[in-house]
């Protein structure tokens, strides 16, 4: 998903850059506005979580592999804004220190990743929240699918990138087919590592999770066990 130098054309990658500059600094003010100084630890947990979690690669067919992108997983646990920020830092410190993405295509890659991958994803998962009964279960479930989903997202909308500025080193047909159909098998292993992760931060600590805040959760107290037989 990481797109290289060379790859989009200047004009498309400036365009990107500007959509991402600009949504990234929204982010930043509603984060800003909305994050208390209990979850601003746990935002850059969330990135680190992320940045090591990327490192990993699974198989995915035909000799390919993909890793989790993140988005979903991070939005779901600190808020949208804050996810998009988490995962734009992760992407950020890719490209300057692992070269995993070109300079130039930086905004693209954030507008894919950060952008599509955690605000996109999480309209998904507020909507299938929204048609879910209101428990822990449908909390995870509604991530999982969520994150399935959102690696083709990311694609579709890379695919429109280069059908406005690819280098013409492959049809954008053979560039869609290629990119969805990856990217299809990789959403599996997406949805599935963020459901077993969101189902153990929420059997643990629900009160941290931003995507349960609709749910009564709390984290378990000292008066909650006193007297509770070992």
């Known amino acids: 998903m990481h797109i290289p130098d060379g790859f ?25 506005d ?6 601003v630890p746990l935002v850059g947990l969330t990135s680190a979580f992320v940045f090591a979690a990327q490192m990993l690669n699974f198989p995915v067919a035909a000799g390919t592999s993909g ?27 890719q490209a300057l220190l692992f070269a995993d993405g070109g300079l130039s295509a930086l905004g693209l890659n954030v507008v894919n990743m950060a952008l599509v991958g955690a605000l996109g994803g999480y309209a998904v998962f ?7 009964p209101k ?7 509604a991530a999982g699918v969520a994150a399935a989903l959102a690696p083709t997202m990311a694609a579709i909308v890379f695919t429109a990138e280069y059908a406005l500025g ?7 047909a053979t560039v869609a087919k290629a990119m ?28 941290l999770v ?18 509770v037989p070992a």
């Open 166 to 172: 690819g280098n013409g080193a492959a049809s954008v």
């Open 34 to 39: 909305l994050l208390d100084d209990r979850q």
């Open 135 to 141: 428990t822990k279960a449908s909390v995870v479930a």
């Open 180 to 207: 969805i159909g990856v990217h299809l098998l990789i959403g599996v292993g997406e949805g599935a590592i963020t459901a077993m992760t969101i189902s153990a931060v929420m059997a643990t600590r629900p009160d």
């Open 8 to 32: 989009i054309d200047g004009t498309t990658s400036a365009f990107g850059g500007g959509v991402a500059v600009g949504t990234v600094a929204g982010c930043l003010r509603r984060t800003r």
């Open 67 to 93: 890793h989790l992108l993140g988005g979903v997983l991070a939005a779901v646990l600190v808020g949208p804004w804050a996810g998009a920020l988490a995962v734009s830092v992760v992407l950020v410190v």
């Open 210 to 227: 931003h995507g349960a805040a609709h749910i009564a959760t709390r984290a378990p107290s000292r008066d909650d066990t006193a007297g």
């Open 126 to 132: 507020a909507a299938i929240r929204a048609l879910l």
